[in-house]
């Protein structure tokens, strides 16, 4: 099973982006899901995450730039991504919270340039 992630691309300093990520019921009945981010040479962090209640928690850097939300008739998870800057290009993952090795996919390139 893999999580995959969609909505990347080229976007300017300033610029807005939203990533989808579809899971199937019985994931997205998970008690916590998230957004991961992996830069290059870096190791990958968590971004946010949003619990089955509704409950959200950021990554103390991006707190009031990224929201993620969720939509349980879809079982997708979004994250808003706002005035986005050059260090936030990454690939984007989604996952459980903590995650599980089998359920990465090939996450969605986010690229900040102008």
């Known amino acids: 099973v893999q999580l995959q992630a969609s909505g990347g691309g080229l976007v300017q300093p300033g610029g807005s982006l939203r990533l989808s990520c579809a899971a199937s019921a019985s994931i997205f009945s998970m008690i916590v899901m998230g957004w991961y981010r992996q830069a290059p040479g870096k190791r990958r962090e968590l971004v946010a995450a949003i619990t089955n209640l509704g409950s959200t928690n950021y990554a103390d850097s991006l707190k009031g730039r990224f929201t993620i939300s969720s939509d349980n008739a879809k079982n997708t998870v979004y994250l808003q991504m706002n005035s986005l800057k050059p260090e936030d290009t990454a690939v984007y993952y989604c996952?459980?919270?903590?995650?599980?090795?089998?359920?990465w996919g090939q996450g969605t390139q986010v690229t900040v340039s102008s």
């Open positions: 996952n459980l919270v903590p995650p599980k090795d089998n359920y």
